[in-house]
């Protein structure tokens, strides 16, 4: 069990309760005012870089806020498999405006809008996977991208320092002190501030930043004042580029390998929100995750269709249901609510794009540094061992260099460059294949596919007597092995009920010292390792839970996933030589 | 491969694999045997959570009409799923000289 789960009790309202409706739409407000500089000002930097017009920035902020509104709802009310069931607030995602400024420079709003629209179809691919890709697209991967991605916009943030209004006639060093107090703000506020502040951080230093901009004249407020309070945008539909030019094709890696990438952060919030969610102990439900991964591809997929940037998970929301014990459905809907109707409100976007460019700049800078440190968490979750520390090392440079051009540039042919100039592609890529060359390393795994059937017990026993063998195991640990596969096995039995049908594949493999067993069959209703964990002490023998109760004490590991079209039971086991080691004291210390 | 039988007495032995395979025949063995019975299992290799169940059944049904059943010459490795179970509080356990 998490620490977070150890902690839960402290929730007041968890994800099926009924809180007040006012108490929700405060709670769903509180988390778009966290949540909304994100989702303006991402796609306004990313337009604003590709030297866009003001309609076409107008266009993709309206479109941000009622996307990123109406999947929030989505993920808190689900639509089929498609949604979370839980309080996901959804924002345009930064990782997308290094690919997003090459793509609107190539061929604007029109090719953007596509190059998303396609890219998302692959999320629903990778979220109907899931179970597959999780082990392939692992965190170093994942970690490496992100600091790739973190790395190609920081520049960008640099630049915004120097945005001034076209008319400033004030002291030079203005825009410099105004970034030097913004950043101050946000970067003491997140070391010495409590949690509550720490998430309040970058807000209070956009407002106190702008206001500091303001007394030195780096602000324009004559748009706020002559925007509407409601009303639609006035530019139009940018429409999509269907024309499939080469241009798309090269810039399409980029943005399917962010949206995977995207997707296993939406993967990681998809279990994260159920641990602040749920009273008591449970192991997350990866059908969750997998309905906040299709929401997520959903949003990415009408976000192209409208002509936006695309939209992921914010974390904040999670953090802010941790911090406030509310978990409950009605604020994710509350709140995105609220955001739908901010999309219909031009002074809420003239406000935000009135920021001046120093503090927006800070603001993105702060972004981009919690990114990177994230992708660096990402990475050492993995291990940091020599392997993935090549896969991280080269796959980083690799995508430096060539975003950089600084690799052959002149030696590779135009449409070569295209795509290896985007330095996040490249590392990703690279990233990809080293880690698939790592995992050829790895201890072979033996494979069996048997008839959910007590007849097929003996073939699998057999099966894991050899394999076991041939790994090294001998004596007392090939009956517990055995045990293990049985007890196991039986359980996806009685699973199967009387469907003749019933396959399962039974995999197995050497991990360090231990054995895995992982058994790989359709979908079932309950969940062995919620079954284990829930185990009480004995009181009452009972022919009902023996197999539960070995498993739980003889074991080492139990993950059940559970996804819409497949179940992954994976246990492992020790030798007991390695066991009984382990209890014994440590001499030294005697 | 899985056997048991009667020997001497009220004695019952079992010898080899008591899985979820065998777990039938041993019931269907058992359940001919009233009062009290030991089940010597000195050439029993393996047991799992379907023989155990067998026992567990057994068990409670010669305890309920007063007799009960005893185990005996139980060796390390079967001592330990009993251990895992639970059932070394069960039953009347001899372990293996």
Known sequence: MSENQAENSHILYAVDDKPPHLLSALLGFQVVALILSGIVLVPLIALSAAGADDGAKNWAVFGALLISGAITILQAKPIGPIGSGYVLFMGTSGAFIAVSIAALKAGGLPLLSSLIVASSLVQFLFARRLGLFRKIINPTVGGTVVTLIAIAVMPIAFNMFTHIPEDFAGPAAAPAWTAAVSLLIVVLLSIFGNNKLRLWGPVIAVVVGSVFAHFLGLTDLAPVGEAALIGLPEASWPGLDLSFSITFWTMLPGFIIVTIIGALETYGDGIAIQEVSRRGSHPPDYKVVQGAVNADGMGNLLSGLIGTLPNTTYSTSISVADLTGVSARRVGIYGGIILMLLAFSPKVSALLQAIPGPVAGTFVFFLIVLLFVHGIRLIVSDGLSFDNGVIFGVSLWAGYGFQGQLVFHDMMPAVVNQLLDNGMTTGGITAVILSFLVSLKQSRSYRIRVSADVASLPEAVAFARGRGEALGWRGADLPRLELALEEAFLYQVEKAGQDSDFQIQIMLRSVGEKLELEFVSAPGAENLEALVAGMEPVTDFSEDDIRLRILSNMVDEISHQQFNNQDYLSIQITPKDILIANQLPNLRDA | ?97
């Open chain 2, 1 to 97: 491969m899985f056997d048991i039988s009667s020997e001497a007495g009220d004695s019952i032995s079992m010898s080899g694999r008591l899985d979820a395979s065998s777990a039938p025949e041993a019931q269907q063995f058992l359940d001919q045997h009233d009062g009290t019975c030991t089940i010597d299992m000195q050439e029993l290799e393996y047991i799992s959570s379907a023989g155990l169940g067998v026992l567990l059944k057994t068990h409670k049904r010669l305890t309920a009409a007063g007799g009960g059943l005893r185990l005996v010459n139980v060796n390390s490795h079967i001592s330990e799923i009993f251990g895992y179970s639970g059932f070394d509080k069960l039953f009347d356990i001899t372990p293996a000289g």
